[in-house]
């Protein structure tokens, strides 16, 4: 990939929202587009904004983050995404990524290792 990594984050708290945009936001090669619901992510890809991968909270009301991820695979087929979650039990962790994730970032999260992480997750 050439270019800046155009990560989707999709979490429906505020305060975590502004801590992880800080913090891709360190990153020059990373542009961050951070919103609060599923339903605002889902209406950014169908309107054609192109993302290199996204990042989702896995506990959201309405749509958590395994129907946000079959409903983005569905428009932006093989898209990577990582979830992040408070669930960090093995079985939880085994079930995200056997919905197709290509890995999990277990909350709470260190902000200074968050873009070495998803970078690793990624490759």
Do not use: C, N
Not at 50 to 72: H, I, K, N, R
Not at 79 to 103: K, N, W
């Amino acid at each position: 990939m050439t270019g800046p990594l155009r990560l989707l984050f999709v979490d429906d708290d505020a305060d975590i929202r502004t801590i992880v945009t800080l913090a891709l936001g360190l990153d020059p090669t990373i542009v961050p587009v951070a919103v609060g619901s599923p339903d605002a992510a889902l209406a950014l890809v169908t309107a054609g904004s192109p993302f290199d991968a996204a990042l989702l909270d896995v506990s959201m009301p309405a749509m958590d983050g395994p129907a946000l991820l079959a409903a983005l695979r569905a428009i932006v087929p093989g898209l990577p995404v990582i979830f992040m979650t408070a669930h960090s039990r093995p079985h939880e962790l085994a079930a995200l990524r056997a919905a197709g994730a290509v890995g999990v970032i277990v909350k709470p999260f260190d902000p200074l290792t968050l873009v070495a992480q998803i970078r690793d997750l990624l490759r």
